[in-house]
């Protein structure tokens, strides 16, 4: 059964893959109408708004963010494992996770390792069994790639010597924009002087939403007019970050061109010009993933990482899925780390990424 079961999974996720855009990176809409949707809810959110409250306290960001996660699929596995440690669960524990998008592959690897940790330590106690699972899951999370070394334990951006860049990349609609301001928003917070260089040219919405952001932000943005040389833009960033003293630059690009090629080459130039400019930059290149998604971001993931080496993922909209076990599949298959997750649509819910209270906050309750 648990054989069978994975070989469907495997066929409908070809059939998925085939049925991806072949010369666009997995682009959500022509005119990236997601990111200026979201930006108008964003405008009209109240900032002061307060989290909403289960059982009596206030819960967290990220556990706010996972709770239709949560209460779809994660909720169910306690009950799974006080059923027994037989077959049967394993195979319901392996469709579970499957169904909750943690993917077939990353899947197996958290299903055997935790069975044989159950065989080497003689463990009997569903309870105990359940406790390895969730160390096993965060072990999957727990991705360090040695880059992007810019940020405290906290999560407070510490600035190298000179100025920290931040290479933020992704597909139009994931959120990407709306994401940077967030960001913004969030070292402003911090007392940190920001700049944003608005180097999507390809579409105007871009420019304008990020200049909307910048406003909302109170940080210096950085345009020229639509269709003009990404390059350029990065480089006047850069120049008008060093002039103005600036701890961080943070670099919108484009998501969508004519072809997947001539995207990930404008890509590169503009890697290159970071480079001339900031040799030992960009210090994080940042990969904006929609969370609603699901599989599919895993393939534009692919894409972005072999063009621009990225090297952490900020995962968008976690609140608006059932399905977060992607976050799995991203650190397992990736072997990059998630960075932040977007926890809601207001300035400030943009949450660090703690491997152990994402874990924590999906067997809550």
Known sequence: MMVRFFRRKKDDEAASDQGAPNEEVGAASEDGAEEVQEAAATEVATTEDALPERDGEEASPVEEAVERTRKTWFGRIGGIFKRGLDDALWEELEETLIAADTGVQTTIRIIEDVQARVKEESIREPD????????????????????GKIWSSSGDLESPEG??????VGVNGTGKTTSIGKMAHTYTAQGKKVVLAAADTFRAAAIDQLKKWGERAGVDVVAHQQGAD?????????????????????IDTAGRLHTKANLMEELQKVDRVIQRKVPDAPHEVLLVLDATSGQNAMQQAKYFTEAVGVSAVLLAKLDGTAKGGIVFSICDQLRVPVRFVGTGERPQDLARFEPRRFVEALFAG
């Open 128 to 147: 105990k069994a359940l406790d390895a699972l969730k160390e096993e899951m965060i072990e999957v999370l727990d991705v360090d790639t040695g880059r």
């Open 230 to 250: 990404p390059g350029a833009v990065v480089f006047d960033a850069l120049t008008a970050a060093e002039k103005r003293e600036a701890d961080v630059v943070i």
């Open 163 to 168: 100025i920290a860049v931040i290479l933020v």
